[in-house]
């Protein structure tokens, strides 16, 4: 009966290398009570899977017996290996043994036989070549064959002659039977059959009128080539045309039309004849028809699809980010904004091959690393350790309608459309303030040496509508869940606020020279990092109380949400006192961007006052009855989205093929 191992003492990871290097280790590991617990513990599992029920006493006893039998055989052959591979070796010859023992039970059960019955039993002994048949009938899987092929070939050899033939042959019989009974005797002539006699007749006649017809037709033939006929004695002078037609017609020869005038331009205009006696036609290019081929002829069209993941409806649509997005082709009129994903005007129609050339990707870290590094008799915490892209082996390009013949030993490589590899990368120079960045430009990954591509054929397919992208880690996860898209809170200056906000407030409260950011969450320094690009939307506010500050706000808003965007100068974070780092663990929630100069191509250093001369944007913002904040406020951060290049071959009819060679 099993009964539970003793819990051993936890080693360390050099304990359990110098055990595994020592041969005395390896026996006492292998000979432990827990250790054969454990293995004990997964055969009682698997062998109560199997049958669905749990074992009774007899059978665990069975079980336990064996299992120490064999943890004595396995080491005396295999001393020198390590424990999991014993292991693996003692599961496998126990399960065997344990399965043919069960296979017993069931088979004396079934058959309940004597004691002199057993014995007999041809179970117990059969003949070797019988048992060894049966013991490979039992390992080898049984698989179902394939059906035979059908023949389509149609069959070349006659099975007989036709029926046509049979025919013949039946009417050739009767006749040279009735022709042997009127040659042997007139008598035999009278007693033959009406029909056949008058058919005969018939055949007869018809022979000897179709005889005397060609005679005669050959005479007359001889006779017209004896004959000379005066039409074939050469004239000294040809006769003019024209004469002939004033004489048809009635009109005078000086009057008579050039026949060049009537359409006849290859004639001569003194011997030409009229249309209706010319023994010779003008030939025209219409007058000959040009047969067509009775099959289309075709060309395939190079397209090249580009797909950006910020041309979604990134302002109402959150659940989808840079990595996770839907593409739809053919949307109609309507625009970005009636639906949530990226819209290409285009549709395609005949697609013969969709294949992904390459995609472009951030490098920008995937997740924040705390590090401890010693700072005199303390610990200073670190997370500038980057682990990006570049860090992956490979990236996998998930799109469930393109579905490729791509096999792998996941589940994630078997439902891919391709696998992309490194190719080549490029950043800007971050120049030498601030001396570190978090943003490190883009790296391109192509499928190497592999065809990442969807074929259709023979028939092209109709057209493409929707296409799910997804592009994954190795472990099937997203490259990076972090959203590239957050709500803002409110916005600041740093005028107004001595010291809050240094060295960010200068300027005034009319004119500042930077404008605070505060987003609703926390962000990582990864997600968003200086010098990075940020487009805001739907930046509004309601005025209520102060009519002042209307044109001001609504100055300000234009200009936040203006299509070329901003650039970040600074990011900080707030807990009692502002401080322009990521707090401990990497993460941030202020925005620090830079005001618009009033007039640059004058060469004047002033930044711009919103609302005019008299507008105050510090006043405004601050004003809470003025500055009702309008949501969703959001902003997307352009320095992180992805780019996927595809390559779409169309099939269209050919027009060139159409045309008649006269046409060219």
């Not at 019988?130 to 099975?159: M, Y």
């Not at 404008?515 to 509004?540: C, E, H, K, P």
Request: proline share 7%.
């Amino acid at each position: 009966m099993y009964r539970p191992a003793k819990q051993q003492p936890q080693l360390t990871m050099s304990q359990q290398t110098q055990q595994i290097q020592q041969p005395s280790a390896i026996r006492a590991t292998l000979f432990s009570q827990r250790n054969l617990g454990t293995l004990q513990q997964l055969l009682v599992n698997d062998f109560q899977k199997r049958q669905g029920s749990a074992l009774n006493d007899r059978q665990l006893d069975r079980l336990e017996r064996a299992l120490d039998h064999y943890v004595e055989e396995v080491y005396k052959t295999q001393g020198d290996q390590p424990v999991p591979v014993l292991n693996r070796e003692i599961l496998r010859t126990t399960a065997q043994d344990f399965n043919k023992y069960l296979q017993r039970q069931t088979v004396v059960q079934a058959n309940p036989q004597t004691p002199t019955q057993t014995i007999m039993n041809e179970v117990i002994y059969q003949d070797t070549g019988k048992r060894l048949e049966i013991q490979q009938q039992e390992r080898n899987e049984i698989k179902a064959l394939p059906p035979s092929v059908p023949d389509f070939r149609i069959p070349l050899d006659d099975d007989g002659p036709s029926s046509a033939d049979l025919y013949e042959r039946a009417k050739k019989a009767r006749e040279a039977e009735a022709l042997r009974l009127a040659s042997s005797s007139r008598d035999s002539m009278g007693r033959m059959d009406p029909g056949i006699q008058q058919r005969l007749s018939s055949e007869e006649a018809f022979r000897q009128g179709q005889a005397s017809s060609n005679k005669a037709t050959d005479l007359l033939l001889v006779e017209r080539r004896q004959t000379v006929q005066p039409l074939d004695m050469p004239l000294i002078v040809p006769p003019d045309g024209r004469e002939l037609i004033a004489s048809i017609s009635g009109i005078p020869l000086a009057n008579a039309p050039n026949p060049r005038q009537q359409g006849d331009a290859n004639s001569d205009p003194t011997l030409a004849l009229p249309e209706f006696m010319s023994p010779l036609k003008s030939n025209l290019q219409q007058d000959y028809l040009i047969r067509q081929e009775s099959t289309v002829s075709y060309k395939e069209i190079e397209n090249n699809l580009f797909v950006y993941s910020a041309d979604r409806d990134w302002l109402k649509n959150v659940k989808e980010n840079r990595y996770n997005f839907s593409v739809t082709f053919d949307p109609g009129n309507n625009g970005q904004a009636y639906s949530p994903q990226v819209h290409v005007q285009e549709k395609f129609r005949n697609i013969v091959r969709i294949e992904l050339v390459k995609a472009i990707l951030p490098i920008e870290g995937l997740n924040v690393l705390v590090q401890q590094e010693p700072s005199g008799a303390s610990f200073v915490t670190f997370t500038g350790f980057q682990n990006n892209v570049l860090g992956l082996p490979f990236v996998t390009v998930r799109i469930p309608e393109l579905e490729n013949n791509n096999y792998g030993s996941d589940n994630f490589i078997d439902r891919s459309f391709g696998v992309l590899q490194y190719d080549a990368n490029w950043y800007s120079d971050p120049g030498t303030f601030p001396v570190e960045t978090d943003s490190r430009g883009y790296t391109a990954l192509i499928p190497k040496f592999l065809k990442c591509q969807k074929v259709y054929s023979p028939a092209p397919l109709s057209t493409l509508q929707h296409l799910t992208i997804s592009l994954l880690q190795p472990n099937g996860q997203l490259i990076s869940p972090m959203a590239d898209t957050m709500d803002v809170s409110g916005f600041a200056i740093g005028f107004g606020s001595p010291g809050a906000y240094a060295p960010y407030n200068a300027g005034s409260s009319s004119i500042p020279q930077y404008f605070i950011v505060q987003t609703d969450l926390y962000f990582s320094r990864f997600q968003l990092a200086v010098g990075d690009s940020l487009r805001f939307a739907n930046i509004g506010y309601t005025n209520t109380t102060n009519q002042a500050y209307a044109s001001t706000l609504q100055d300000f808003s234009n200009w936040m949400n203006n299509e070329v965007g901003h650039q970040v100068v600074a990011i900080g974070y707030t807990g009692g006192s502002v401080t322009w780092t990521p707090n401990a663990v990497g993460y941030a929630n202020l925005i620090v961007i830079q005001n618009q100069f009033a007039s640059p191509t004058t060469g004047s250093t002033s930044y711009y006052r919103f609302g005019g001369s008299s507008g105050n944007i510090g006043a405004a913002l601050t004003d809470a009855g003025t500055a009702s904040i309008a949501a969703p406020q959001r902003f997307i951060n352009l320095s992180r989205q992805i780019q996927l290049v595809f390559r779409v071959i169309t099939r269209e009819m050919d027009p060139i093929a159409q045309l008649r060679p006269d046409n060219l």
